[in-house]
């Protein structure tokens, strides 16, 4: 076969110019019947006319697209032309041994399927490759063939009969052949399936090699298949009884499919082609012509003379391939004359894109695409121009729909909040029956618990132990109970952060000096923060998060993720320091015991942990604590390993191991195999590595300070309380922004959430908990953005892949309560559960950190564009804001932003400064703002989100894109329904401005050009014609 070009079936890619081979014999006509694709025994076939209004010159020059969209267009009444999804079998006609039958060689659900000849076994799943020679053959089939339509037919006894009589009858088929024409199609079919239960590889020969057999004629005259024809089916009841539908692959065939069987094949006593496509009226199971037992709709036939076998097998797959578009399938399904095909076929020509021979190898296999663009396009006509959507008008309507406007009356949007929340809450807890919140909630519980127990470390030393690490347990059991329960978003995870730990130290160093009893004063600035955050909730204050964009948000983000990554690897160099791997000479030495005749050499050899089980005795200095040099090693060895394990464990789902189910649940344990592995690791080795401390007894830490703190106290002044609002507006800045930002971050429209957002619920669960925990002298919750991300990443929900080559798509997260609830409940027993936790050494703790710190990097558009500062242009991913906006001005944002980050990173640092960092977010707002001095609004939307604007622009500002200004035009010099406009560029020379010409028959050229005008003349041009 001669090299041609090959043909990729990949739409979506933008459009080529059809190549259309056309038939001189026969006009390219919608309304032209030939009469011989009505099917007998058809009710509804006729003469009747499905074009409605339109005209044969219409059809004429109708493009093929259109005509599609007018036939997918048509009112479908009865439920015989509902389009099913289709599974496609193509089987060839080959000899097995001294049996000739029908052998399947491909299939399709979505992606093509082949039988590897040589390994006995199905390819991978790949996007199908077709020759343009098929496609142009398989057309003229189309033309010259049968089409049989609506054909009335219960077993392919039956089928084979009415196709032979109407090939007869059409002139096609000489009568004298008529019956083994028939014969050839009810012999038996044999399925791969079949194939593999075999001991030895079958033995395939085709037709042509039979024509050397005297016995061939004879054979397929004699064919069993002929004498007995009582059942509903094909071939013989042997084969009946034998066939057996591959039920393993039924799993994989979308619910109420039906199949569509390409059939092709040559014989010996055909002189002349013959093909056949046949829908029948009602799907029907017959036999064993499918490998599933499925009900068969669609049979193509192709039968030829010897020597055509690979150019009949290629016009199979482009048959089949077809049947697996999405449009030409649902064509199929709607079709009422032959016209109707050849139109589904041209627009298939239409929307394909042709690869040349000499830069692509065909027998290269395409990988099934990470997601399959939407076929929407091809199906409706285009849209009219639409009126000019007002771009404030639209953010405002989103941002009401978010809870994210003012609605002007107290405590509106927390109302709001509820009433969108309250139809989900029963849903929030029916949603959690899954083995991946199980997963979820095991991995959050210890990477909730290690900051809280370290935190409680750092508030001790900060305040003098009057909060420690069993009041943040409490509070952690307090707040994140409350939270769970009645919170407007419970996915976002309470925790503890570093500007409260400031907060706190500073506040009680004042009270030393003061002379104060710091629990109280604390008492009345959480009573402040409270009474403020309620004045918050009550005027909508949250209302001011649509300023929070993604520029801020981001930058947050990577920052705490970045501590989170520097906080690890500093926890482990802190180890390296207090266990140095040089430690000098360990004083200490096993020896005999008294009376032993054994030598001191004898004993010497055993270690600091197993002299004494010799009954030994140790002898030195050092005696009393063991050795140490293998601790930091160690301590690397398992922070790396819970790390590496985690992430490898992660992303085992797109593994090619093991079945689907078994991925996924070792990609949703994958922390928790970490812990419990390297936790193992480490009692195996006896290396004495830090481990979890847990409080075992449930009482204060200060033994002079009860659960509940008095809000008056002898040391504190009456008007203590009074300026205690002072440090309480710092703190309610502090705790709005890390609740808010995280908050957006979490409802991002990445996320596909679908239960709304609950910004003002959040604010007011929040400010009541912290009321609780200043009553109860608890350390402050406030949602933690690293912990809270890595949350929503556990909880994603991907589409289970059917089709054998279909990659999952994300579809959203599993929106609900339990897992936060089941978190903060288990480390409110944490106490309990002391000699478990007690095991688990804290450098795997810190491997957690280090995942979660890595894992939130993930999917920041901030953290791809730094990565791309760095890369050269030809390695550069192939994002969409590369596409839209000049690399140049996407690093100059970047660099804009790093530049915040790294002011960000310094104030965070600096104890005396990092007070100040609530206040910076603010800053990081204004700056944002600024930047639309700097970059265009198109640039903004692409790179960041929009913010909202405080007065109104003039709509002309928004005329940046030519598309936009053609659509003004075209809404003002409308052409009629049947009119077509195209937008051209005009040749340089030709003067500037608009021309505006239409023709006689309704079809208008519109010529816009901007090149040299003035853009503020084009704006004015623009304002006077909309008025």
Known sequence: MPQQAQLKHIHGHGRLPRVIATDSSRPWTMNSSSGDDEAPKDPRTGGEDFTQQFTENDFEVTPPAQRVQFILGEDVDDGTHVSHPLFSEMGMLVKEGDEIEWKETARWIKFEEDVEEGGNRWSKPHVATLSLHSLFELRRLLVNGSVMLDMEAQNLEVMADLVCDHMVSAGTLPPGVKDKVKDALLRRHRHQHEYAKKTRLPIIRSLADM???????????KSPSNQSMARPGSGTELSEQQHKGNTHFMRKIPPGAEASNILVGEVDFLERTLSCFIRLSQAVVLGDLTEVPVPTRFVFILLGPPGSQSNFHEIGRAMATLMSDEIFHEVAYRARKRDHLLSGVDEFLDAVTVLPPGEWDPTIRIEPPAAIPSQEIRKRPPELPKEEVDEEEEEARLREENGLSRTGRLFGGLINDIKRKAPWYISDYKDALSMQCVASWIFLYFACLSPIITFGGLLAEATGKHMAAMESLVSGFVCGMGYGFFSGQPLT??????????FESIIYEFCLKMGWEYMTFRFWIGMWVAGICIVLTAIDASALVCYITRFTEENFATLIAFIFIYKAIENVMVIGKN????????DCVCTPPIGSNASVIDYAKYNWDSCESYNGTLVG???????????????VVLCAGTFLISTVLKEFKNALFF???????????????????MS?????????TQKLEVPNELKPTLSTRGWLIPPFAEKNPWWSAIIAVFPALLGTILIFMDQQITAVIVNRKENKLKKGCGYHLDLFILSILIAICSMMGLPW????????????????????CSAPGEKPQFLGVREQRVTHILIFLTIGVSVLLTPLLGNIPMPVLFGVFLYMGVASLKGLQFFDRILIMFMPAKYQPDYMFLRQVPIKRVHLFTMIQLACLIILWLIKSFSQTSILFPLMLVVMIGIRKALDLVFTRRELKILDDIMPEMTKRAAADDLHKLDAEVGLLARIFPWGKGSRGRVVTKPPGLDDGIVVSGGAVGAGLITCTTSNANEKEFEAQSSLLKK
């Open 493 to 502: 995870i309470l925790g503890s952060t570093g500007p409260v730990l400031v």
């Open 211 to 221: 024509r050397n057999h005297s016995s061939s004629k004879k054979d397929m005259v």
């Open 680 to 688: 193992f690791f480490d009692y195996s080795l006896g290396v004495p």
């Open 621 to 635: 200095g050092d005696c009393g604590k063991p050795p140490t040099e293998n601790v930091f090693l160690m301590s």
């Open 659 to 677: 079945p689907s189910i078994v991925r996924q649940y070792i990609s949703d344990f994958s922390v928790l195999i970490a812990i419990f592995a």
């Open 781 to 800: 919750f406030v949602a933690a953005t690293v912990l809270s991300i890595n949350h929503v990443n556990s909880l994603k929900l991907e589409s289970e």
């Open 579 to 586: 266990f140095p791997v040089n430690q000098g000479i360990y």
